[in-house]
């Protein structure tokens, strides 16, 4: 069958995309940026006969979308704006969904496949965010294909929003607050069952024009969730009940504590105070699963963090920082108006493993000079609203343009060419990038062959733009010249 995913680049989509395709299916993923697909990776799925074909669209703007073809028999809608922050998110999702269908027209599409969250409660009760995608449902419902729409509450694996939220506050609190929405029920399931449900409705005739609930084995407050989570890794965690916590201190407590964005944070809260427990079972007649339990899921994602086989996180979605896709096709570095400090190393060793420390930067990492200084520059980022060093990395040596990279992200990354070109999202009075290249060496007075040029530049926004930089020169000075001679000497261990 010929298949449309849209949300390709998420978490979910990553995800289904290697099933689809070892299924034998010709797939069109829709993405808003080519760039940061890592069409490489799915290239050796490719021997069961099905095919792989990249189309650049943005569904808030219906012109973008004239790509789409009209051969298409299944449209898969994994797009949502959760953790974006923008006050409006419920009108753009609406003019999202409105435009999705609106691309379809004159097409040979026989099932739109939407997941969606879980709700028990009406529409004027729930949070914004919850709302939001029941509203996308009633689109979906009301458009001229049929639609299959699948409600599922936390989705239990590594790299979702969900899971690293709660990891974070496992591994890292022995006693934690619990505010009172943590009584709610909730049925949280694995992302493997996930992955299963939206393969096992496809083309499905008695799901079409259904709604149902998706649900894992087991309900749990989600203060069980917690502690189940700690049981599993070993840990011995307290709960200090303080049900007096408004929703919005609740959001700032997970804000701080974990890797999540404030705006994040709220949705996640907001719709948290919800009865997420699923209210019907229907879709285990139509398809039979063998559910993976809360306990098996959790060590089956940590199994994947081990193996560093990790698909896809949130981290790696925009929303997780303050860039929109615009930048990401706007990759050159400027050099007008803008301060520049540069560090030039010459070296002799082999310019793959130069690289090699290149691409292994921040993250568990760090950044090879007065990690102090950059952890204290993170916590201040946090403080202010910004992304902080608590994203980290989804890889420990892979980097794709899209990637979250600490507070920044990747804008290039040519390992072949050896160059690396980072965007700052961390909160600023400007703009500011990091450039990594490896090169050869033109200086004939200098007899290494290569060299390391680390080029960092900071657009400054007004007067405090400028006393801003002027302000860090001099640390710049102690952290970026040992950064850069770092990069250049650091050896690792050889593999046998």
Known sequence: MKILLTGANGYIGMRLLPVLLDEGHDVVCLVRDERRFPFRQFEGLLENGGSLSIIEGDLLESDSLFEIPKDIEIAYYLVHSMGSGKENFYDLEALAAKNFLTSLEGSQVRQVI???????????????????????????????????????????????????????????????????????????????????????????????GETFDIAGPDTFSYADILLEFA?????????????????????????????????????????????????????????????????????????????????????????????????????????????????????????????????????????????????????????????????GRRHPVELNPGDALDFWRVLVSERENGRLILFAEMKLPGEAWLEFRVEPNRNASIEAPWRLVQTATFRPRGVLGRLYWLGVLPFHHFVFTQMANEIVTKERPRED
């Open 231 to 391: 049981e599993v890794r070993g840990l011995k965690r307290v709960l200090l009940p303080v049900p007096f916590i408004t929703p919005k201190l609740s959001s700032y407590w997970l804000y701080f504590m974990t890797s999540t964005s404030y705006a994040l944070a709220r949705s996640l809260v907001d719709s948290l105070t919800h009865n997420m427990a699923s209210s019907e079972n229907r879709i285990r007649e139509i398809v039979p699963l063998d559910l993976i339990p809360y306990r098996g899921a959790v060590e089956r994602a940590f199994s994947m963090i081990e193996q560093n086989q990790v698909k896809s996180s949130w981290i790696d979605s925009l929303s997780s920082g303050r860039m929109d896709v615009h930048r990401l096709r706007r990759i050159e570095v400027p050099r007008h108006g803008v301060s520049v400090d540069q560090r030039v190393v010459s070296f002799h060793r082999s310019p793959d493993e130069v690289a090699e420390n290149i691409w292994r930067i921040g993250g568990a990492e760090g950044w090879y000079s007065m990690d102090w200084a950059w952890k204290l520059r993170g916590w201040l980022d946090r403080v202010f609203g910004g992304a902080g060093l608590r994203r």
């Open 114 to 208: 939407y997941l969606s969250g879980i709700v028990n409660h009406p529409k004027e009760e729930l949070s914004p965010h919850l709302a939001s995608r029941l509203n996308v449902e009633e689109i979906l419902h009301a458009g001229p294909y049929p639609a299959t729409v699948l409600r599922a509450a936390i989705i239990v694996g590594a790299g979702s929003a969900s899971f690293e939220i709660i990891r974070d506050l496992v591994e890292k609190l022995p006693i934690m607050i619990a505010p009172k929405w943590l009584q709610t029920p909730c049925q949280p399931i694995a992302v493997r069952n996930v992955i299963d449900y939206l393969i096992g409705v496809l083309d499905s005739e008695a799901t079409k």
